[in-house]
């Protein structure tokens, strides 16, 4: 009801097109992509780099966005959370999953003696959690308040 209001047109127009809300973020992804392209989640680099390494990576590129606009913050929250950020589980977001790439980082730091053992799924959903928890605080902050410490996620995922 939302989107057909804010977007001027019938409830019934916006579901002739769009089956799923779904649907319509992936529709306004893909017109966006170009622009916001450097937000998308690094999941190949990370792999290549694999382990600590990739997992560095992914924090980096979190940390990298802190002090950005507020439509990259959404694009970033949106892509963090593209695995479990609705209720349905018919449809899933375009893209590859955040989720998956980090708890492979996990296992091969583990495997490599990078880090402790411990639940590499439990980590990855608090992760994750972290990311977008804090990518809320910065979408809701005034603009000299988007701050974090730089390592502050590598620091987490360390441990």
Same mark, same amino acid.
Request: hydrophobic share 35%.
């Given at each position: 009801?939302?989107?057909?209001?804010?977007?001027?047109?019938?409830?019934?127009?916006?579901?002739?097109?769009?089956?799923?809300?779904?649907?319509?973020?992936?529709?306004?992804?893909?017109?966006?992509?170009?622009?916001?392209?450097?937000?998308?989640?690094?999941?190949?680099?990370? #792999?290549?780099?694999?382990?600590?390494? +990739?997992?560095? %990576?992914? @924090? $980096?590129?979190?940390? &990298?966005?802190?002090?950005?606009?507020?439509?990259?913050?959404?694009?970033?929250?949106?892509?963090?959370?593209?695995?479990?950020?609705?209720?349905?589980?018919?449809?899933?977001?375009?893209?590859?999953?955040?989720?998956?790439?980090?708890?492979?980082? #996990?296992?091969?730091?583990?495997?490599? +003696?990078?880090? %402790?053992? @411990? $639940?590499?799924?439990? &980590?990855?959903?608090?992760?994750?959690?972290?990311?977008?928890?804090?990518?809320?605080?910065?979408?809701?902050?005034?603009?000299?308040?988007?701050?974090?410490?730089?390592?502050?996620?590598?620091?987490?995922?360390?441990?």
């Amino acid at each position: 009801d939302a989107i057909s209001i804010e977007s001027a047109c019938s409830h019934g127009l916006v579901y002739h097109y769009f089956e799923k809300k779904e649907d319509i973020f992936n529709g306004l992804f893909e017109l966006q992509r170009e622009d916001y392209n450097e937000t998308i989640f690094p999941r190949n680099a990370a #792999l290549e780099a694999g382990g600590l390494g +990739g997992l560095k %990576l992914i @924090c $980096d590129h979190y940390e &990298k966005f802190y002090g950005a606009d507020k439509i990259r913050l959404y694009f970033l929250k949106t892509n963090a959370s593209r695995d479990y950020m609705t209720y349905t589980s018919v449809k899933t977001l375009n893209g590859e999953s955040p989720f998956k790439t980090l708890v492979t980082l #996990l296992k091969q730091a583990i495997e490599a +003696g990078e880090i %402790l053992e @411990c $639940d590499v799924e439990a &980590k990855a959903r608090l992760f994750l959690d972290l990311v977008t928890g804090t990518l809320t605080r910065l979408i809701s902050a005034k603009e000299k308040e988007r701050e974090i410490k730089s390592g502050a996620l590598y620091e987490f995922i360390r441990k």
